[in-house]
């Protein structure tokens, strides 16, 4: 399905829908550092998110309301997620009511621009048919997961040829309201799914470019090995199921190629 959006166009789907970059002579990181002060009027949400973190408007956003968890103090795009990092993306996910989704680029080859740590937060209300479109097959997946008491996390039969894992995120563990500890033990168990899932595509440290997306639901890791297909980029959402094109050559592209062939060309094999 084509849909139109803000003079550019988007693919969405989900049936039809190299090693680490982070010091190779890969793509590269924008020189400039837009995530330190000062910022441009309006940029900046919260500046006191949390003590490490700080809420930024994207100033070229996918979505209305997408917006930049940001550290304030310099850190490399590519470094593994943190605890700190994880209790200011709750933040954030709970200000939403749990309905949007977390993402992280862990370097140019997964689809990062900026080399200043930060990851991005998109309210679920703000994609067309207000849905991540790959997680009904997720949830599906998870359901079957749960009635036969296996809940060490699954792969999608649509992305069984890619190198990625989902891990499931206990019920209400996001939702919940609570204290300022109750958000640290939270954000204690995410972290620890995060590295759990890690292990499972083989990538314990990060040092191979990945794809992190996290639902109230569940973690999504995809090991990547190449930024883009054909002059068409792709990050995070692209393996949630929304394919970005900024002409009409690259929208018969993704029209010719089938989004799947596309995301395969670009994941890393399962067994490589």
Known sequence: MIKLRSGARQAQHWRTSSTDSRNSGGPAFRRTDIFLEPF???????DNLTKTHRLLFNKYPCREHHVLVVTKH?????????????????????AFQSNAVVFYNSSPTAGASQSHKHLQVMPVASIPGKKVPINERAMETLSRNKASADEQGFVLPEYVNMRHHFSP?????IAKP??????KEVAKQL???????LKQVNNPEGRVAYNFAMTKDWMLIM?????????????????????????????????ETRPLEVLRALAMPMHD
Request: charged share 35%; hydrophobic share 35%; glycine share 8%.
């Open 169 to 173: 995120i206990e019920p209400d563990l």
């Open 191 to 197: 972290e620890r799914i995060y590295m759990q899932t």
């Open 223 to 255: 090991v990547r090995r190449h930024p883009e297909y054909r002059g068409l980029h792709v990050n995070t959402l692209g393996f949630l199921g929304l394919l970005f094109a900024d002409s009409e050559e690259k929208v018969k592209l993704i029209e």
């Open 74 to 94: 310099r850190e490399q795009q590519g470094e593994l997620l943190n605890f700190e990092d994880f209790k200011a993306s709750l933040i954030v996910l709970r």
């Open 178 to 183: 609570g204290t300022d500890e109750e958000l």
């Open 40 to 46: 441009e009027d309006g940029i900046c949400v919260c």
